[in-house]
């Protein structure tokens, strides 16, 4: 029986779904022991801070992670940085492969003048923020005007938007950070536009999220009319599946009564960002039409831009087009790659699942004798390291705390907090 050592570095769903694909690979033959690295005190990425708070059903694939994380030779070291911690070459000295599962955590840039004005930020700094994630927790967001716009028209877009227009008393039995519920409970933000560059036919939401849109109690959901059936028009008969779905979703939107709430959600399309302006803070994004020389302008106090995401600079990593680069996965020696650092931000949590296990079977038919060296314990030098154990300790003492407040939980936001909850 050959034992081989792989490191997964980042613990969200590429990384369990990685380790997922090698415990199931494992036979008779050869077996993997996974040592899960992770820069957080908490595990589970995007399913933890990325993930809007009203969908508590997608955070269930987190059941699935704890069965994985409980499987004989797994072990988690959270709380472990790479680059001040460790090094991947120490990492790849001391591990059969290596795994990076780091996924795309930079916002793109629009580019245009007035984005670095205070007021204009990336959903990449909006949405850790009010999921308590704790490089976040400090963010000074602007929520002083009367509109805000978001730039976008993917599903992150869709929820920053919606974070902004519902009704925040909708957020009390989610696990929202508090301090975003108190941001949100004292904001003046009653109009929010959600601006995409292209048409509707092109809009990169998915329809169930469209679908939840006419569902919010206390919000205006708005969309013209001519916007969607001049994009049925261009979409032509040989429409594809999900564009078509997105397209009826969006019918029954801008067909629908308008409602009269204190709160407005509008669409607007075909419409590219050109100049962010104000005086110290944001205070007006100019548009130009798609396709013409016409230009608008929108007053507002807040920009927040959805328009994709890269990953940073590892050292000794090759990078391109904001990812790593990599041959099916494969990036050079004992390295591999998996998940959005792998392909881009694309995919749902799912698309993780598939591609990691096509990554882990060209990486097990590289392996070829074990070596016989040491592993990560011999490299970190701090005892804060956050274990399994510990980071169960966690999370019981959020749930329980969350629950008599009638949350699914109420997340520790400080390391200084998560680390005490885990007895550290």
Request: charged share 25%; aromatic share 6%; with cysteine.
């Amino acid at each position: 029986m050959k034992r081989f050592k792989i490191a997964i570095v980042g613990a969200g769903p590429a990384g369990y779904f990685a380790a997922q694909a090698l415990q199931n690979l494992a036979d008779d033959q050869s077996t993997y022991d996974i040592d899960m690295i992770e820069r957080l005190p908490t595990p589970w990425g995007l399913v933890r801070s990325g993930v809007a708070p009203d969908h508590p059903k997608i955070k269930t694939v987190s059941k699935v992670f704890e069965k994985i994380a409980n499987a004989p030779g797994f072990r988690l070291f959270a709380n472990v940085e790479l680059g001040s911690d460790l090094t991947i070459e120490q990492l790849k000295d001391s591990y059969d492969a290596v795994v990076l599962a780091t996924g795309s955590p930079r916002g793109k840039k629009l580019g245009i003048p007035g984005e670095e004005l205070p007021g204009s930020l990336s959903a990449a700094t909006f949405v850790p923020w009010y999921n308590a994630h704790p490089d976040f927790k400090d963010e000074a967001i602007d929520l002083s005007s009367h509109t805000a716009v978001v730039i976008g028209a993917g599903n992150v877009a869709m929820d920053v938007a919606r974070m902004l227009a519902l009704e925040p008393s909708e957020l009390d039995p989610t696990d929202t950070a508090d301090h975003a519920i108190d941001a949100l409970k004292n904001s003046a933000i009653r109009e929010v536009v959600i601006s995409a560059r292209r048409g509707p036919e092109h809009a990169a939401f998915t329809s169930p999220e469209l679908r939840e849109l006419p569902k919010l109690e206390h919000t205006n959901v708005v969309m013209n009319p001519e916007d969607i059936s001049s994009a049925i028009i261009r979409a032509g008969a040989e429409i594809e599946k999900d564009t078509k779905s997105n397209l009826d979703a969006m019918t029954l939107i801008a067909e629908r009564e308008p409602t009269s709430h204190d709160r407005t959600l509008i669409f607007q399309f075909l419409a590219t960002p050109i100049e962010i302006k104000g005086n110290g803070k944001v205070e007006e994004v100019v548009f130009q039409r798609t396709g013409s020389e016409e230009t608008f302008s929108i007053e507002c106090g807040l920009v927040i831009t959805a328009i994709g995401y890269e990953s940073p600079a590892l050292e000794g990593i090759p990078l391109a087009n904001g990812k790593v680069v990599n041959n099916e996965g494969f990036v050079e020696d004992n390295l591999f790659v998996v998940g959005w650092a792998k392909r881009g931000p694309s995919g749902v949590i799912g698309t993780n699942k598939s591609d990691a296990a096509e990554v882990m079977k060209i990486l097990v038919s590289k392996l070829n004798k074990p070596k016989d060296s040491g592993d990560v314990t011999g490299i970190i030098t701090h005892n804060k390291v956050v274990t399994q154990m510990h980071w169960e300790q966690i999370n019981a003492a959020e749930v329980a705390a969350g629950e008599p407040l009638g949350k699914p939980r109420r997340k520790a936001v400080s390391r200084e907090e998560l680390l005490n909850l885990g007895a550290l």
